[in-house]
């Protein structure tokens, strides 16, 4: 089993920036990727990074290409979103993700991560 908890969420001004960290405990060395997604009210998950364990392969939603960062630091068993220039529609519970086993397709789809985080509130204030 592995536990994510995500921390670095808030409140900030539109064109502003927050990192969000998702540490992770348990048997971390089964996480062959890890990803980022992100809900906000009314309306459905959808994803917003993803990256290998190596780091070596990284993806990200068109939406937010250029303005976020995804990285991890294996060592601390820690994942990282580095959110720049954010803007309203930025707003929404932002969820980390590992999965154990690649699937046929990079990034993964949501159903295709095994464990999961409890959100971390981002608010973006224009």
């Known amino acids: 089993q592995v536990q994510l908890v995500e921390s670095g969420g808030g409140l900030v001004q539109a064109g502003g920036s927050l990192r969000l960290s998702c540490a992770a405990s348990g048997r971390t060395s089964s996480n062959v990727y890890m990803g980022w997604f992100r809900q906000a009210p009314g309306k459905e998950r959808e994803f917003v990074a993803a990256t290998t364990r190596s780091g070596a392969n990284t993806y990200y939603a068109d939406s937010v290409k250029g303005r976020f960062t995804i990285s991890r630091d294996n060592a601390k068993n820690t994942m990282y979103l580095q959110l720049n220039s954010l803007k309203p529609e930025d707003t929404a519970v932002y969820y980390c993700?590992?999965?154990?086993?690649?699937?046929?397709?990079?990034?993964?789809?949501?159903?295709?991560?095994?464990?999961w985080g409890q959100g971390t509130q981002v608010t973006v204030s224009s």
């Open positions: 993700a590992a999965g154990r086993a690649f699937g046929s397709s990079w990034p993964p789809r949501s159903h295709e991560y095994d464990y």
